[in-house]
């Protein structure tokens, strides 16, 4: 069974870090990219990064020089380093699997940044 | 790049169609056949409902089907059930390893 899971998340105060990570299991990791999206409390979902195969990134435009996405695949995880955090980071970040669509998602970890 | 253009909300009777639209550019939904549809029930993680614009994830009712034209995608659901009622997000690729969201539908069934 492919299963996503994240940790990380928590309050922190703006300017601070975060790091989160995604395990994944259930399929061999190192043949995918990863997308990490994220969902601000009642609104709708929004593209953060993502990693390729080879470890390539790629970001939003306002995470640019901020965040840093990496992956372990000894470790079959992906993290999200998160840096001068802003209150307009606040959300619900999810990990995903990008393969025929974004088909698995984590169950999703908060960030809160307090002002 | 701007968030893909989607009705706010729509409604439908059980046992009724519905479709939801959404709209991009000619370097998002218009430049690949990319489109991917998400049903996100309230306090839940999104579920992959649609890909690559028509494809069904093993699972999904094939009362649900995907269509695109031009720079438009829609998502059709056909004998609307209750549990259909869920928000809705459409999600194009536009190159590099970039996503865009659109910016979700409600979908009531009444």
């Known amino acids: 069974e492919v299963q996503l899971v994240e940790s990380g998340g928590g309050l922190v105060q703006r300017g601070g870090s975060l790091r989160l990570s995604c395990a994944a299991s259930g399929f061999t990791f190192s043949n995918y990219d990863f997308v990490w999206v994220r969902q601000p409390t009642g609104k709708g979902l929004e593209w953060v990064s993502s990693i390729g195969i080879a470890g390539d990134t790629y970001y939003l435009g306002s995470v640019k020089g901020r965040f840093t996405v990496s992956r372990e695949n000894a470790e079959n995880s992906v993290y999200l380093q998160m840096d001068s955090l802003r209150v307009e980071d606040t959300a619900v970040y999810y990990c995903?699997?990008?393969?025929?669509?974004?088909?698995?998602w984590g169950q999703g970890t908060l960030v809160t940044v307090s002002s | 790049q701007s968030a893909l253009t989607q009705p706010a909300s729509v409604s439908g009777s059980p046992g009724q169609s519905i479709t939801i639209s959404c709209t991009g550019t000619?370097?998002?939904?218009?430049?690949?056949?990319?489109v991917s549809w998400y049903q996100q029930h309230p306090g839940k993680a999104p579920k992959l409902m649609i890909y690559?614009?028509?494809k069904w994830p093993s699972g999904v009712s094939n009362r649900f089907s995907g269509s695109k034209s031009g720079n438009t995608a829609s998502l059709t659901i056909s004998g609307l059930q209750v549990e259909d009622e869920a928000d809705y997000y459409c999600c194009s690729y536009a190159g590099g390893r970039i996503f865009i969201f659109g910016g979700g539908t409600k979908l009531t069934v009444l």
């Open positions: 995903t699997r990008n393969g025929e669509g974004l088909h698995y």
């Open positions: 000619n370097s998002d939904v218009g430049a690949y056949n990319f």
């Open positions: 690559d614009v028509t």
